[in-house]
């Protein structure tokens, strides 16, 4: 299929007291994706750097082009940026689709997800996987260190990206999120990951990310899981105030 892609691009200063940020949207074929860009400091157009894809929960859709950093934000913080420049893009999912091809079914106050019913990418996350391939195409990018993380909704487009893109990815980090099992040997052995979860999580089945790391431990991935005993589906609090997560996610390398 031909695409037909413009970007526009705008400086802006982030409100959050962070680094600066370049607002931006990805257009295809009349389907806009808005998100986010940040360059390390000092940046070096002759030089690449790594790349941080972040993926937002359901709660961040929109086209405001902001909500999408309401979780994460120590990745577009000058802190990350001096011990880790890397460039950053943050999408923000339309308010009306979802990054991951889920049935969701909610009864009472449970939750049932039903992966695996078709192979079609949502409009969405097929706009994400051109977005984050132009990147790579861009000469910006070392893409030996491309890495993806993502919570709730972001964290199920995460575990499908992996799949749709394999051999892209040198780590991830799917927070409370849920995949299609079927499709685990596509990147077990490409990409490294670490699952979180809460055990309480009323929203996304604890299990989801129990029988995640079960597989992915059996095909011989380098993977790790850490639960949150007592916590409910935010469990991306926890994650992200993991002192050990950025180190673990930049020590990877294709």
């Known amino acids: 299929m031909k695409r037909s892609i413009f970007i526009f691009i705008l400086f802006v200063c982030t409100v959050y007291g962070f680094a600066q940020f370049k607002n931006a949207s990805y257009m295809v ?4 994706l808005p998100y986010l860009v940040m360059y390390p400091e000092n940046y070096d157009a002759t030089k690449q750097y790594p790349l941080v894809v972040m993926l937002h929960g359901a709660g961040e859709r929109g086209d405001d082009n902001q909500k999408q950093l309401t979780h994460g934000k120590q990745f577009l913080s000058e802190h990350f940026q001096s011990a880790y420049p890397a460039i950053v893009i943050v999408p923000q999912c339309p308010a009306n689709n979802y990054w991951s091809n889920v049935a969701r079914h909610q009864i009472d106050d449970k939750m049932t997800l039903t ?4 192979d079609e990418p949502t409009q969405s996350m097929k706009t994400a996987m051109w ?7 861009s000469g910006k ?7 993806i993380g993502g919570l709730s909704m972001g964290g199920m487009g995460t575990l499908e990206m992996l799949w749709r893109m394999p051999g892209t990815f040198a780590a991830a980090f799917p927070i409370c999120g849920g995949t299609d099992l079927s499709k685990l040997p596509l990147y077990a052995r490409h990409t490294a990951v ?3 979860h809460g055990d309480d999580d009323s929203v996304v089945p604890v299990d989801n990310s129990r029988n995640i790391y079960a597989r992915l431990k059996a095909l011989g991935c380098d993977v790790e ?7 409910n589906h935010g469990s991306w609090v926890n994650a992200f105030a993991e002192e050990g997560l950025v180190p673990w996610l930049f020590k990877h390398k294709k």
């Open 29 to 32: 074929n009349g389907y806009a």
């Open 115 to 118: 992966f695996g019913l078709s």
């Open 131 to 137: 977005l984050i391939q132009d990147w790579l195409s």
């Open 141 to 147: 990018v070392d893409v030996s260190r491309v890495y």
């Open 194 to 196: 670490w699952l979180f």
């Open 225 to 231: 899981y850490t639960e949150y005993k007592g916590v």
